[in-house]
């Protein structure tokens, strides 16, 4: 096994091992940081986060891209901000929020570093 693939996988499974954690980062920092329009409820700013994880994880195992089940995913969350009535650029900034959200974690717990090319394929 290369040093590579035992990176991507202790990254896949920290991020497995990881999600309640994640996922309350990853709310605080919507809630700080994206205020525009009516506050969202925790059901809200979670609502498929748990599916994509599990669809970015599968892409780490991989070392793959987001396979279509992930894209499609990540298109009914956008969809869904469409729907709160949440502008285009408050999602977007979503997914940086969630990759910093992953990171801190997986720093946060020892995980890492991480080459550039595996933040890369995280991002």
């Known amino acids: 096994m290369s040093a590579y693939f035992g990176i991507v996988a202790a990254l896949s499974q920290t991020l497995r091992d990881?999600?309640?954690s994640i996922a309350r980062r990853w709310i605080e920092r919507?809630?700080?940081?994206?205020?525009t329009g009516r506050?969202?409820?925790?059901?809200?700013?979670v609502d498929s986060l748990y599916a994509f994880l599990d669809e970015?994880?599968?892409?780490?195992e991989a070392?793959?891209?987001?396979?279509?089940?992930g894209a499609a995913v990540a298109q009914a969350h956008g969809a869904q901000?469409?729907?709160l009535d949440r502008d285009i650029a408050d999602v977007v900034r979503e997914y940086g929020l969630l990759f910093e959200a992953i990171v801190e974690d997986?720093?946060?717990?020892g995980a890492g570093p991480f080459e550039p090319e595996e933040y890369g394929r995280l991002a």
Do not use: F, N, W
């Not at 970015?56 to 780490?60: G, K």
């Open 81 to 83: 901000r469409e729907i």
């Open 30 to 35: 919507v809630r700080s940081h994206l205020p």
């Open 18 to 20: 990881r999600r309640q």
């Open 56 to 60: 970015v994880i599968v892409a780490l």
């Open 63 to 69: 070392r793959q891209p987001l396979p279509p089940t």
């Open 106 to 109: 997986c720093r946060a717990c």
């Open 39 to 45: 506050p969202l409820d925790e059901d809200e700013v």
